[in-house]
């Protein structure tokens, strides 16, 4: 129905940056939000950037400064470009699609993630 892939991680020094790609695709319509998220082994999945279909961006408190999401419609994508990245910032990255279904309630979508490793 709706897919999402994700891709750009990679292993990155700190300091360093490093911008992601969701490319999403299947039955899309009537998008509410598109958004990142990451885990990391034994953690919990949090929100780290949020872009609604209006264009309003929201960030997690850790990244504020250091990420910026931004979306094209036309090819239905969605970018984080991570500045300034911290050994912290190690985790899988999901891609995350909310849309209205046909019935009016909202529908949500994960990628299958992309791995981004902070090291030196």
């Known amino acids: 129905q709706v897919q999402l892939v994700e891709s750009g991680g990679g292993l990155v020094q700190p300091g360093g940056s490093l911008r992601l790609s969701c490319a999403a695709s299947g039955s899309i319509r009537s998008i509410s939000a598109m958004g990142w998220y990451r885990q990391a082994p034994g953690k919990q999945r949090d929100v780290v950037a949020r872009?609604?279909?209006?264009?309003?961006?929201m960030y997690a408190d850790s990244v504020k400064g250091r990420f910026t999401i931004s979306k094209d419609n036309a090819k239905n994508m969605v970018y984080l470009q991570m500045n300034s990245l911290k050994p912290g910032g190690t985790a899988v990255y999901y891609c995350r699609l909310t849309m209205n279904s046909s019935w009016g309630t909202l529908l949500g979508y994960w990628g299958q993630g992309t791995q981004v490793t902070v090291s030196s």
């Open positions: 872009i609604t279909s209006d264009g309003s961006t």
